[in-house]
């Protein structure tokens, strides 16, 4: 079993910035591969990015060169940082965690950009 609880969401303007932090208990945490997904009002949820035990990341086309996705092993934690934030940003943002068949959700952090 793996906990996850999500931080650092919030109210930013168009053009700002946030980071959000994920942080994780229960298990071997260097094991598994990290991610953030959202969801926004009306639409389905996306993988925003993800960063495998090796590190390697991948993002989707609509975040590349404005999010990075990081990880500190040594304190369980994922971090999403996220520049030049945009209206169409708006969503609830899921922590998860995946390692084999095994998939664990955290319960989500708002956030919110205004134009």
């Known amino acids: 079993q793996v906990q996850l609880v999500e931080s650092g969401g919030g109210l930013v303007q168009a053009g700002g910035s946030l980071t959000l932090s994920c942080a994780a208990s229960g298990s071997i945490f260097s094991r598994y591969t990290m991610g953030w997904y959202r969801q926004a009002p009306g639409k389905q949820r996306e993988l925003v990015a993800r960063?495998?035990?090796?590190?390697?990341?991948n993002y989707a086309d609509s975040v590349k060169g404005r999010f990075t996705i990081s990880r500190d092993n040594a304190k369980n934690t994922v971090y999403l940082q996220m520049n030049s934030l945009k209206p169409e940003d708006t969503a609830v943002y899921y922590c998860?965690?995946?390692?084999?068949?095994?998939?664990?959700w955290g319960q989500g952090t708002q956030v919110t950009v205004s134009s």
């Open positions: 998860i965690a995946v390692r084999g068949c095994n998939l664990y």
């Open positions: 960063i495998t035990s090796g590190g390697n990341s």
